[in-house]
């Protein structure tokens, strides 16, 4: 039985962020009075140590307890690999190979290293020279200093500091999808990239300078150049998540793995050259009337056939389908959990199995939504809605979605102009980052003849009304679209990206199910609102779709059911029209 990680007992209490007087951290101190010590080579060392060294097949990794590392666990796994958690200080000083999949806040993480005694270990290790690859957050850590709620420690091994990204001239943050590097000659680990795009997530990034120049191994273009990867002798730490990279991500590890390994098969080479926009998968899963779960698809949300028996749609397996679409080319597969298990969502144990069965095999980002909020059980014990997005994420997820939470978050928050900081959106965000939290908005199409008709944000539609309206608004609703709420979807965007959200799935209940194309009104109107990504929803019916959605709004990524479900439209068929019409896409 696997030994659980030092960090698995954590509650996400312990991991609020600490106060700014951490901006002088032990690790900080500790690096600078030992710096004398640091023994790292060249980056030609590496293969010579690294095989030395790793001779057996158990790969050390540093899991804290936050966010998905789930992941990195089962691409150790399929590369070959035990793995052996990471216990006690003494554990890090005695592996052969550490992975530190940094996951969630940087000051989190820094007080969770600290209080566990792990930051010296962890220097001495790194300064040692001993292979160790961090995996995003594992990247940041080796800084100086992040002004991520802070300024804030770090451990001080390379020079510089993490910063946020700069949105001021429209750039959206954080930073989600695929994009290309810039490599370095002889950064030994990504040699089997071939320009071809890997998976980023993240809202803050470290800048290349004269200082840090030795340790960069790559760089990439968002808003400006970043360091994306940093490599010297046998120290690796990479930004993107090549657990999340699909196949070009699994020859990173490989590389850092087994150094000496060859692949039989060379990488097709690719063209990546910027950011991608996504094509992403979406499975509606609940439990039909036998119990079974069931990949089903609604028409403007009614999931149950027009027949006698009035059975549920059933479409699919889930752990199925989400496989067929990751060899597809799906960019994400976001979940939408509709089943009936609304009043106790940690009894959910089918839907928790859904992920942990599906990110064996499934090496690309995983989105879950559908329940995730604070309750309180049969027995009067509360559960909060952290509680709830913990377990998601240590099942799997690398995102969740909140929905009809985050309306009244949002309605709570314009009224009173204050943030509790209690909302299940504040408090995941806080912990795990706003990168981890997607807002998921069902709003419904309201013509109206002027904007002064309403107190919402309205917008000249394309097509106008049944009475000839020229305008509408976009009332919110909750409960799977059967409540509506006096809120616009304009109004809620903007509200819930300052509470903390890091992307909205932008839905539309008049364009659902019914194949004549996105809601391009409602897309560009919330897109061209908000700083955040945003995903376009409800309504594609062809490859077409797509590339209107793309060409006339800023949505960074369009979401299709149906059509890939009843194999309409192969998610192959989308990307090489939208390259033809000149959109870059991952291939």
């Not at 990279?245 to 490989?254: E, H, I, K, Q, Y």
């Not at 903007?494 to 019914?514: P, R, S, T, Y």
Request: hydrophobic content about 35%.
């Amino acid at each position: 039985m696997e030994a659980a990680p030092f960090g698995s007992a954590f509650t996400p209490k312990s991991l609020s962020p600490p106060s700014s007087s951490s901006a002088t951290s032990q690790s900080l101190l500790y690096f600078r009075s030992n710096k004398a010590r640091l023994k790292l080579k060249s980056p030609g060392a590496f293969s010579v140590r690294a095989a030395s060294r790793g001779g057996d097949s158990v790969v050390t990794l540093l899991d804290y307890g936050a966010g998905n590392v789930r992941s990195v666990r089962n691409a150790i796994r399929r590369l070959g690999f035990d793995i052996k958690d990471v216990q006690t200080p003494e554990d890090i000083l005695g592996a052969n190979r550490l992975i530190f999949p940094g996951v969630g806040a940087f000051a989190s993480a820094m007080e969770v290293l600290n209080k566990k005694g792990m930051t010296e270990a962890l220097c001495t290790y790194i300064m040692d020279d001993r292979p160790f690859l961090g995996i995003c957050l594992g990247l940041q850590l080796l800084f100086e200093s992040s002004e991520e709620n802070g300024p804030v420690g770090g451990l001080g091994i390379i020079p510089g500091v993490v910063g946020r990204f700069d949105a001021s001239g429209g750039l959206t943050v954080p930073h989600i999808g695929w994009n290309a590097l810039k490599v370095r000659e002889g950064s030994e680990i990504l040699d089997d990239i071939g320009n071809r795009h890997v998976y980023f997530v993240h809202s803050y990034r470290a800048i290349p300078s004269n200082d840090n120049v030795d340790w960069v191994s790559s760089t990439c273009n968002y808003g400006d150049n970043f360091i994306a990867s940093v490599g010297k002798g046998n120290v690796h730490a990479v930004q993107f998540h090549p657990e999340k990279s699909g196949d070009v991500g699994l020859t990173v590890l490989r590389r850092f793995l087994s150094p000496k390994s060859h692949i039989t098969k060379k990488p097709t080479e690719g063209n990546a050259s910027k950011l991608a926009k996504r094509v992403i998968a979406c499975l509606d899963v609940r439990a039909n009337d036998k119990g079974d779960l069931i990949v089903t698809k609604g028409d403007q949300y009614d999931v149950r056939e027009h027949t006698e028996e009035n059975e549920v749609r059933n479409l699919g397996k889930p752990v199925d389908l989400a496989g067929q679409y990751y060899k597809d080319g799906a960019d994400e597969v976001s979940f939408l959990n509709i089943t009936g298990f609304r009043d106790f969502p940690l009894g959910d144990l089918p839907m928790l199995q859904v992920l942990r069965y599906t990110s064996e095999n499934v090496f690309v980002p995983l989105t879950v939504g559908g329940g995730i909020r604070d309750f309180t059980d049969a027995n009067g014990r509360y559960y909060s809605s952290l509680e709830v997005a913990s377990e998601y994420f240590r099942s799997g997820a690398d995102k969740i979605s909140i929905g009809s939470d985050a309306v009244y978050a949002a309605e709570d928050y314009l009224r009173t102009g204050v943030k509790s900081g209690k909302s299940s959106l504040e408090q995941i965000s806080r912990v795990y980052g706003n990168q981890a939290v997607v807002v998921s908005i069902d709003p419904r199409r309201m013509y109206i003849n002027s904007p002064e008709d309403v107190e919402f944000r309205s917008t000249r539609v394309t097509n106008p009304g049944p009475n000839g309206e020229e305008y509408a608004w976009y009332q919110c609703t909750v409960n799977g679209g059967r409540e509506g709420r006096p809120i616009g979807a304009y109004e809620l965007a903007k509200a819930v990206e300052e509470l903390g959200a890091g992307e909205i799935l932008l839905n539309c209940i008049d364009c659902d199910g019914q194949g004549k194309g996105f809601d391009i009104d409602l897309v560009k109107l919330v897109s061209d609102a908000v700083s955040i990504p945003v995903i376009a929803s409800s309504g594609a019916g062809t490859v077409e779709h797509f590339s209107e959605v793309f060409e006339k709004t800023n949505a960074s990524a369009a979401l299709a059911a149906g059509i890939f479900h009843r194999k309409e439209v192969p998610i192959h068929s989308v990307k090489e029209h939208l390259l033809k019409e000149g959109i870059e896409v991952r291939i």
